[in-house]
DNA sequence: CTTTGTGCAAACGATTTGCAGGATG
DNA sequence: CATCCTGCAAATCGTTTGCACAAAG
């Protein structure tokens, strides 16, 4: 298990919260992807094979690591909403035309500071979202 | 009439696209607002007084005017689209609290190279979202 | 008279919720 | 045994669509 996993056990206890096999299957699932998936596709990968957690329990769970902070919500397209595990802060970029979504990292981009520039406002957090088209979209 | 509203004339034709009195209702309606109403805001706020536009209807001409490049579609929260008609690029603020959207005009910020960062991206645009409590939620 | 747009209501897809039964502490 | 969680199915919410009629070119 990969060291990352262990601290759902940490985060959720810390919250009153339990570490069920099916939250723990959505947040390993979550880690050990690159995409950004939505809940439905959380929900077939983890049950393509044998049956590990219900569609509710796959949007409770991922509301549950939400709470907690484990998880992130990305908003990139209209409709449907993507969960990433890496709480790292970083940026989006998606194709517009085959959708892909590219992680841009947040060191690759100077800081912007938000407090200099409108002091009116308690900033917590900011991404920014590119569009565009990828390599291989755009070469074609 | 304002002046923004000519546009629409322009842009839809040239497009092939009809102006008719629901689309250029929820095209003003758009303009003369400076928050970013969701589809249903607008319906609700188009018919307040009298039927202007069905529900269907407003979809269908936010689509419409999205497709010509009008508006914008915004997403800064799950569930809804919010629509723009502000072209002008800029970011944007939500505060945690009360969910109000601030613009953050686009000159405030340092324009971002893209194509000196990650070369092998064709970026089309990029917007900054920031998240954060606005003035009044913060004072609380 | 052909094309495009509207309005209604039904359909849809993503997400949430109510509730009974299970697992956990 | 009290609490929290799961799974199912029904409900909900935002959005889209099919179709008949109306308007525009």
Known sequence: ?????????????????R??????AVYADLLARSDHPTAEDISSHL????????????????????????????????GVCRYDANLEEHHHFRCQSCGEIEDIAWDL????????????????????TVHGYCDRCHSK
């Open 1 to 17: 298990m990969q060291p990352q996993v262990d601290k759902i056990f940490q985060t959720m206890k810390a919250k009153g919260l």
């Open 109 to 128: 981009i100077q800081p912007i500071d938000f407090k200099a520039l409108r002091p009116a406002l308690q900033v917590q957090n900011y991404q920014i």
């Open 19 to 24: 570490v069920t096999p099916q939250r723990l």
């Open 47 to 78: 049950n393509q094979d044998a049956p590990i957690a219900s569609q509710a329990t796959v949007y409770n769970s991922l509301q549950a690591l939400r709470k907690v902070g484990l998880v992130q919500e990305v908003l990139l397209e209209e």
